[in-house]
C-alpha cells in the first residue's frame, strides 16, 4: 500500500508540471524537499514516513524533469511559428492510430501521428491530422505527407497540434513488416465480421482486437450511457486474459518459469501491436510485464505494488498519461478492483448471499472508483451501469478470447475462423443488447453536478459512504458521526446545485411554447409544437442527449421527424428518437452516413420520404413548406432541406446548414416581404452566410444551436454582427442551454435554462 504514495505523487506533479507549464519550478521544489528529507533520514538513522515522502518527492522530481524535457520537443520554435502566421505548411507524418471517420464530408479522416518534418525541417510532435483519404489506406505505421495548416492545442492535450489538410493525403510508404502483419489481420477480422449481423457483429471487432470503426453512433452512445464503454475496445482486462492464457498453455506443455515468462512477454507484445497501443492496454500491458518480472524472481507480485508501479513507469516516461481519461480511468478501475471489491462483498455479504455479494461487488467497486472521472467527462451518473456490467461479465470473456482467436485463425483459415466469429457473435449480441436496452430504460442517467467541483463532491461523497459501510459500529463512535455529517453536507451540495434548480426550472418553464431549441452541444435539434401536432428538425449528435430533452418538453410523439442532412451533428442522435418517430423527410442517401440513418429508421418501420423543395403539409396546426433543395441532386450542406413553417401568426424559417451561395440562390426566389418572425440560424452561426438574406428576414428572433467552446469557432462574431444589423435578437444554447419560444404580446417570450451573464450577447 505504500507504493500508492509515490504513485499519488508522481500523478500530482504531471497535472501540474504538464497544465500550469511549470515542469522546471515543481522539478526544483521538489529535487530540492527530497534531498533535504534524505540528508535526515540518513544522518537522524530514521525511516519511516519520512523516507516514503522523500522517494515520493523524489518520483515526483523525475517526472517534473522528463515533462520539462519533453515541453520542448513537443513545441518546436517553426511549429510555433507556422501556427500563429496561420500559414500553409508541408509536413511528413508516421501514423500511430487507428483512422476514424469524422463529419466534415465523405472520406474525411481523423487519425493520431507524430509529425516528423515540417517544410523540411525536423521534429517529432504529436499531433492529431485531419485530412481526406480511404481510412484503410493510412494503417498504423505508415508514412503520410500532405499539405494544409496546423494548430496548437492546450499544453495537457496529448496531441501538441492539430493539422487540417488542404487536398487528399498521400501515403508514401507503407508500415514496417513488424507492425504491417497486425494491420493486414486486423483488416481481415473487420472483413469477417461484416457479414455478421446487428450490433453484434459491429461490436466484436472493438470487444476482440480494439477496432471500433464499425461500432455505430448509437450503439457507442448506449454503451457509454449503461457504463460498458469499456467493452467497446479492448480494456486492460484483455490483456491479462491474453497473458494467463499464454502461462497456462506453456505450463502445461512443461516449460520452466523463464520460459514461461519470456514467452509470455512476447505474446503481450504482440498482442499490444494487434489491438493497437491505447492508453488502458499500455497500461494493463506494463503491469503484466512488472508482473511476470517480480514472478521471474520466484518472489509473489501483489497487485497494489504492481499497479502503482505501473503509473510511475508510464508517468515516468510520457508524463501527459495524466491528462488522458482512458489511462484514469483504467488505473482507477484496477485499483477499485484491487481495494474495494472484497470490503463492498463483506457489506454487502451481511444482506445477501455470498456468491451474489461478490457477484455485484465487482463492478460495483470499479464504477465507484471510475465515477469521478466519469463526471469530467459527462455530467450524469449511470443508474443501471451495475447492473449491466452483472449482466455483460459473463459473455465479456468469451467474446474476447474467441474473437481473438478467431482474428488469428483469419489468414490461414477463413472457414475456421468465420465459425469461431459466429462464436463470439453470440456473447458480443448480448453485451450490445445489454447496453440498449438498459440505456433506453427510464432515468437511465441521473444529473450530476458537472466540472472538476462535481467530481470532487461524488469523489467525497463515495468515499464517505463506503466508509460508514464498511464501520461496523459507526453510530456509537463520534467519527462516525462526522462521516454521517459530511454525507450530509455532500448530499445538500448536490441538492442546492442540481436538483434544487432543476426543480426550479420544471416550476418556471413556460407550457405554452411553440419553438423549442434543444441543448445538445455542437449540432442542431429543435422541436415545433402546436395543436397537438409535434415536428422535429434534426436530432444532434447523441442519442442520449436528444432522448433526454425529448424526455424534459414531455414528448412522446414526433409527427415528423425532418433530418437537414446527413452529418452527424445533425443526424447522428436519430435512434434516440426513432421511438417516437412517426414519419420522416430526409434529402438524397449519398454517403455511408445516410445509409446508416435511412437503414436505422427503416428497421424501425418508419415511413422515409426524400423531398425537395414544393413539399408542405400540415401537422396539427403547424403549416410548413419545404423551400430548399431544388433538386435531388442537392446533398450535404448544400442540400439541407429548409422549412417555411407557419404557427398561428408566427412565421419561422430554418436554414439547416446552407451555405453562403445556396442561401443566396433562396433569397432570389423570395418576395420582398417575407414578414419572418424567427430564423434558425445556419450552419451554428458559421461565417459563410448571406448577410443579404437575413435582413430580408428581419426576423425578430434568430436561433444559433451550437455547442459551448466548441473547435469549429461558432458562432462567427460577424455572423451575430449581421443578425444585430438585421434587427434580431440572438439566442445561443451554448449560452443559454434549453431555449424555449412562447407567443406574446407585443413581443415573444423567451425562457431558458440557464442565465445568460451581462454581456455575454446571447
Not at 510532435?125 to 481510412?135: D, M, S
Not at 488505473?331 to 444482506?351: F, I, M, N, Y
Not at 464501520?471 to 463512535?477: A, F, N, V
Not at 437537414?564 to 455511408?592: I, K, L, M, N, P
Request: with cysteine; proline share 5%; charged share 15%.
Amino acid at each position: 500500500m505504500r507504493m500508492l504514495v509515490p504513485a499519488v505523487g508522481a500523478w500530482l506533479a504531471a497535472l501540474v508540471a504538464v497544465g500550469l507549464q511549470t515542469s522546471f519550478v515543481v522539478w526544483l521544489i521538489c529535487i530540492i524537499v527530497a534531498g533535504a528529507l534524505t540528508v535526515w533520514c540518513v544522518f537522524s538513522g530514521r525511516g519511516g514516513f519520512t523516507a516514503l515522502l522523500a522517494i515520493s518527492l523524489g518520483v515526483a522530481a523525475f517526472v517534473s524533469f522528463s515533462a520539462s524535457i519533453s515541453a520542448d520537443q513537443r513545441r518546436p520554435d517553426h511549429l510555433i511559428e507556422a501556427a500563429s502566421a496561420d500559414r500553409s505548411v508541408e509536413i511528413v507524418a508516421r501514423i500511430d492510430g487507428l483512422a476514424n471517420a469524422t463529419d466534415r464530408g465523405p472520406g474525411q479522416i481523423r487519425v493520431e501521428a507524430t509529425l516528423i518534418t515540417l517544410d523540411g525541417g525536423a521534429l517529432r510532435v504529436p499531433a492529431t491530422l485531419f485530412g481526406q483519404t480511404k481510412r484503410d489506406a493510412v494503417a498504423i505505421g505508415s508514412t503520410v505527407e500532405a499539405t494544409g495548416r496546423v494548430l496548437l492545442t492546450e499544453p495537457s492535450d496529448a496531441s501538441s497540434a492539430l493539422f487540417f489538410a488542404d487536398e487528399p493525403v498521400t501515403v508514401t510508404s507503407p508500415p514496417p513488416w513488424y507492425l504491417a502483419w497486425a494491420d493486414s489481420m486486423r483488416r481481415g477480422f473487420v472483413d469477417l465480421c461484416s457479414d455478421l449481423p446487428g450490433d453484434g457483429g459491429h461490436l466484436l471487432p472493438g470487444l476482440a482486437v480494439g477496432d471500433t470503426s464499425t461500432v455505430s453512433l448509437e450503439l457507442d452512445a448506449a454503451m457509454k450511457a449503461s457504463s460498458l464503454s469499456h467493452l467497446t475496445a479492448v480494456s486492460g482486462a484483455n490483456c491479462a486474459i491474453v497473458v494467463a492464457f499464454a502461462i497456462l498453455l506453456l505450463g502445461r506443455m512443461g516449460a520452466g518459469r523463464v520460459l514461461r515468462v519470456i514467452a509470455a512477454l512476447v505474446v503481450l507484445l504482440a498482442f499490444v501491436i494487434l489491438v493497437t497501443p491505447q492508453s488502458s492496454v499500455v497500461r494493463a500491458s506494463v503491469m503484466a510485464s512488472l508482473a511476470l518480472l517480480v514472478h521471474l524472481t520466484g518472489r509473489p507480485s501483489g497487485g497494489v505494488p504492481v499497479l502503482a508501479g505501473s503509473v510511475i513507469l508510464m508517468l515516468c516516461v510520457d508524463p501527459w498519461y495524466a491528462y488522458d481519461a482512458g489511462f484514469a480511468l483504467s488505473v482507477l478501475a484496477t485499483a477499485g478492483l484491487l481495494l474495494l471489491t472484497r470490503p463492498l462483498a463483506a457489506v454487502l455479504g451481511r444482506v445477501l448471499p455470498r456468491g451474489l455479494a461478490m457477484v455485484i461487488a465487482v463492478p460495483l467497486a470499479a464504477q465507484l472508483a471510475c465515477q469521478p472521472i466519469l463526471i469530467l467527462l459527462s455530467s450524469t451518473i449511470s443508474v443501471y451501469g451495475v447492473a449491466a456490467n452483472i449482466l455483460a461479465a459473463p459473455a465479456a470473456p468469451i467474446g474476447t478470447v474467441v474473437g481473438l482467436i478467431a482474428c488469428l485463425a483469419t489468414p490461414a483459415l477463413p472457414a475456421v475462423a468465420m465459425l469461431l466469429a459466429w462464436i463470439a457473435y453470440l456473447p458480443s449480441a448480448w453485451i450490445a443488447g445489454v447496453a440498449t436496452v438498459t440505456s433506453s430504460l427510464p432515468i437511465a442517467q441521473m444529473p450530476w453536478i458537472p466540472g472538476p467541483f462535481g467530481a470532487v463532491v461524488l469523489a467525497a461523497a463515495t468515499a464517505l459512504a463506503c466508509t460508514l459501510a464498511m464501520l461496523p459500529r459507526w453510530r456509537s463512535h463520534w467519527s462516525g458521526k462526522a462521516l454521517v455529517g459530511g454525507l450530509c453536507i455532500c448530499i445538500g451540495v448536490y441538492g442546492g446545485t442540481v436538483a434544487t434548480p432543476s426543480l426550479s426550472q420544471a416550476l418556471s418553464r413556460p407550457q405554452d411554447w411553440i419553438v423549442a431549441a434543444c441543448d445538445i452541444g455542437q449540432g442542431d435539434a429543435l422541436v415545433l409544437r402546436a395543436g397537438g401536432g409535434v415536428i422535429m428538425v434534426d436530432t444532434g449528435p447523441d442519442p442520449a442527449l436528444v432522448s433526454t430533452c425529448l424526455d424534459d418538453l414531455d414528448i412522446t410523439t414526433i409527427d415528423l421527424l425532418v433530418l437537414t442532412h446527413y452529418d452527424a451533428d445533425h443526424a447522428g442522435g436519430v435512434a434516440g428518437v426513432v421511438s417516437r418517430t412517426d414519419r420522416v423527410f430526409v434529402q438524397a442517401v449519398h454517403d455511408e452516413a445516410g445509409e446508416r440513418t435511412t437503414r436505422v429508421l427503416e428497421s424501425a418501420g418508419i415511413p422515409v420520404d426524400v423531398v425537395t423543395r414544393g413539399e408542405h403539409g400540415t401537422v396539427g396546426t403547424i403549416d410548413f413548406t419545404v423551400i430548399w433543395p431544388k433538386s435531388r441532386e442537392l446533398t450535404g450542406n448544400a442540400g439541407s432541406i429548409v422549412l417555411s413553417v407557419t404557427i398561428s401568426d408566427t412565421r419561422i424559417v430554418l436554414l439547416g446548414d446552407l451555405g453562403e451561395t445556396e442561401q443566396a440562390a433562396l433569397l432570389s426566389r423570395m418576395s420582398a416581404h417575407t414578414d419572418t418572425d424567427i430564423v434558425k440560424v445556419a450552419h451554428h452561426g458559421s461565417p459563410d452566410q448571406s448577410a443579404a438574406l437575413y435582413e430580408r428576414l428581419e426576423a425578430s428572433l434568430a436561433i444559433i444551436s451550437v455547442g459551448a467552446d466548441n473547435t469549429y469557432g461558432h458562432p462567427n462574431d460577424e455572423t451575430i454582427d449581421e443578425l444585430r444589423t438585421a434587427g434580431s435578437t440572438v439566442l445561443r444554447t451554448d449560452l443559454r442551454g434549453m431555449i424555449l419560444i412562447s407567443p406574446g404580446a407585443p413581443a415573444y417570450s423567451v425562457w431558458s435554462q440557464k442565465s445568460v451573464p451581462d454581456g455575454a450577447g446571447g
